[in-house]
């Protein structure tokens, strides 16, 4: 940190240091800043103003890891400054509670806090809003060489997100974890969930939370991939993928009986293609938060289990956190107290079709914060689903779908809305894991529409939500996938084909939904889904036109069944990417500078990735486009899959592409069936 301004640095703005359990406070002017060491080369920081640092207030990290000696930092106290070394990561503490992250090898500087202006304030700021609660900002400095990925999933199409300014709240296909990965060296996770926003100029980031009590953070230092091992430590590590997860999920909007689905699931049989999945999307339920099947839709849905269960597929079912007034259990859950309360108004949240009425109602949701209001949600879904064999939930409209969103206006058992709304998703998700693991399943995997820090642990899938059908949305998924692995959750996919569209006669669909699927196959999860055209007015009877791989013609349909050949082929690879993915936190959709960070060209790279370590997938984001240009990472040989064609890494190739074939290269010499 260079030379403190002497007007900042008076006598009065001077604190005093004190060596505590893992690390050092200093505290000056009516705050109490905390800096301990969290995990390996990583620290964690927490500032409050008026009293003591407060614990238990929610977050992403884990419970305080033990204290093992190699994990034990180094603290010294001198008279400018204060040090905390931990392993990779250095925090230098000045006498007026400025805040330098070092490289501790070399000195290097990772991150500095940087102050907004040199008399006031300093670079934490806290507007009061009265009762504990502030506004709160932490600025740090901008550096013009540096690249930032991660926070979660969103629909700008960057992958470097460097100069954007993201929104923390959850929306649909706006998915919030504010953990970001530098190409500086450093992770970083605002471990606050309330609502908010990051800003990263060139003149300077600035996290702000809208209201919370308590400023909360952690940093991590090391390579790349080391800052995902540690994140996974400090967050939680994603489960092992069941292996039939692996394989090919069949999904439209939306299947309206049990005799429709089954159709469906006994086609793919007659055609010899493996269905690992096939799902049974909302409005099967009887009203919205009954949590079970309409018997006048799904007469026996243990038998339609059972069959499925012949074919090798398991049927998915849609559970969503709303409760609708005409819900039996509505009733007993505002009693309970375990609806999302309001600060004015009624217990409902958006409007909503529910059967049995003509117009929309106002729909509450269950309080996922709250752990008597999971229980009691996961009852109704063990006793209806569970019971009969189903073990796959499709956690939809999980942010919660507010409509209007008014943060503010909703009051969690956990806190205040503005304060904890972002952690919704995760908590909703903990309702299945922790149910299932109550019931002893060991494999918990849920389709997810958000998430937040912490969700990939309770085996959380996050899908890329209600997108467009056109190529330019499905260029903009290739960087939410990877921003969302850089973010701590590896199990991702997206709609194939997209969801608002696309109408399967046309051959301009065709076209999308082809590459679209090929993109698919080389995805955490392969999972088709959409609402095509012709649509229908929204309402409890609309199903959308088919979408299955026969929808799109004869010569869509032959490339669809080979590709879904070829994800069988490929599942022991895949799973040992999911092996991985468990035990150490690394994705397995990588972006190509998670392999080959030695290369400054890999860091650019926003339209193909590795999948797994041997694999570059390169996917055409464009129509009628037969030949395409990719770019091969340096530090490394690759052979071109379908052709065998060798190249050296460091160059851009261009390869031919017809439509039934998506450039793939293999890495070092590695074998995969590709192919066969």
Not at 84 to 104: D, E, K, Q, W
Request: glycine share 10%; with cysteine.
């Amino acid at each position: 940190m260079s030379e403190e301004n002497p007007l900042a640095s008076l006598a009065h703005e001077r604190g005093e240091f004190r060596v505590v359990a893992g690390g050092l406070e200093w505290t000056g002017r009516s705050e109490t800043l905390c800096v301990q060491s969290w995990g390996q080369d990583s620290l964690r920081i927490r500032s409050k103003v008026g009293g003591p640092i407060l614990d238990g207030l929610p977050g992403a990290l884990l419970d305080e890891p033990s204290q093992k000696a190699a994990s034990l930092p180094d603290v010294a106290v001198a008279a400018t400054e204060a040090t905390v070394v931990n392993g990779a990561i250095t925090a230098t503490v000045s006498l007026t509670g400025r805040i330098r992250f070092t490289r501790t090898a070399d000195g290097t500087e990772l991150l500095a806090e940087q102050d907004a202006h040199f008399w006031w304030p300093g670079p934490r700021l806290r507007t009061a809003h009265g009762n504990g609660y502030a506004r709160l900002e932490q600025r740090f400095a901008a550096y013009p060489d540096e690249k930032l990925f991660g926070l979660g999933q969103h629909q700008h199409g960057m992958l470097d997100q460097k100069g954007a300014v993201v929104e923390l709240v959850q929306r649909n296909s706006e998915v919030s974890v504010p953990f970001l990965v530098s190409s500086r060296g450093y992770g970083f996770l605002w471990n606050n969930p309330a609502i908010g926003r990051v800003e990263l100029a060139a003149n300077g980031t600035r996290w702000v939370a809208d209201s919370a009590r308590q400023l909360d953070y952690w940093i991590t230092a090391g390579t790349t991939a080391d800052v995902q091992r540690h994140y996974a430590d400090a967050t939680g590590h994603v489960p092992m993928l069941p292996e039939w997860a692996a394989g090919f999920w069949q999904c439209k909007l939306r299947y309206r009986s049990q005799e429709e689905l089954l159709t469906v699931a006994r086609e793919y049989h007659r055609r010899g293609l493996p269905l690992a999945v096939i799902v049974a999307d909302f409005f099967h339920w009887t009203h919205l938060g009954e949590w079970r099947f309409d018997p006048q839709e799904w007469p026996d849905p243990a038998a339609a289990v059972k069959e499925l269960a012949g074919y090798g597929t398991k049927l998915m079912v849609s559970v969503w956190p709303s409760v609708s007034p005409l819900s039996e259990y509505h009733a007993e859950m505002e009693r309970r107290g375990l609806l999302i309360g309001t600060e004015f108004g009624p217990v409902a949240h958006a409007d909503w079709p529910d059967k049995g009425v003509d117009k929309t109602v106002q729909v509450a949701f269950y309080d996922a914060t709250n752990p008597a209001a999971r229980e009691y949600v996961w009852e109704k879904v063990r006793d209806s689903y569970l019971s009969i064999g189903i073990e796959v939930f499709w956690a939809d409209a999980c942010e919660p779908e507010l409509k209007p969103g008014y943060p503010a206006n909703l009051r969690y058992y956990a806190g205040a809305g503005l304060e904890v709304g972002n952690m919704y998703p995760r908590e909703n998700s903990r309702m299945f894991f922790d149910g299932m693991q109550a019931e002893g399943r060991a494999d918990v995997v849920t389709l997810n529409r958000s998430a937040w820090a912490g969700s990939q642990r309770y085996g959380a899938i996050l899908w890329s939500g209600d997108i467009n059908t056109d190529f330019a949305t499905f260029r903009r998924q290739i960087a939410a996938g990877l921003n969302t692995a850089m973010s701590g959750i590896p199990w991702w996919n997206t709609d194939i084909g997209g969801f608002h569209g696309g109408d399967p006669r046309t051959p301009e669909y065709r076209e999308v939904m082809v590459r679209w699927f090929q993109f698919g196959t080389f995805s955490p999860i392969f999972r088709l889904h959409g609402f095509r055209r012709p649509s229908e007015p929204f309402s409890p009877s609309m199903t959308g036109a088919p979408n299955e791989i026969w929808s799109y013609g004869e010569q869509a349909e032959q490339i669809m069944s080979d590709y879904i050949r070829l994800r069988e082929r490929l599942k022991p690879y895949i799973l040992n990417a999911m092996r991985e993915a468990h035990q150490t936190g690394l994705p397995p959709m990588r972006p190509c500078f998670l392999e080959f960070p030695a290369d400054p060209r890999a860091w650019d790279v926003d339209s193909a990735y590795l999948f797994g370590r041997d694999l570059l997938v390169a996917p055409v984001l464009e129509a009628d486009a037969r030949v395409w240009d990719v770019y091969l990472p340096a530090g490394a040989s690759w052979r071109d899959a379908w052709t065998g064609q060798e190249y050296e890494g460091g160059q851009t190739v261009t390869v031919d592409a017809p439509l039934e074939r998506i450039p793939l290269f293999l890495r070092d010499g590695a074998e995969l069936p590709i192919a066969a």
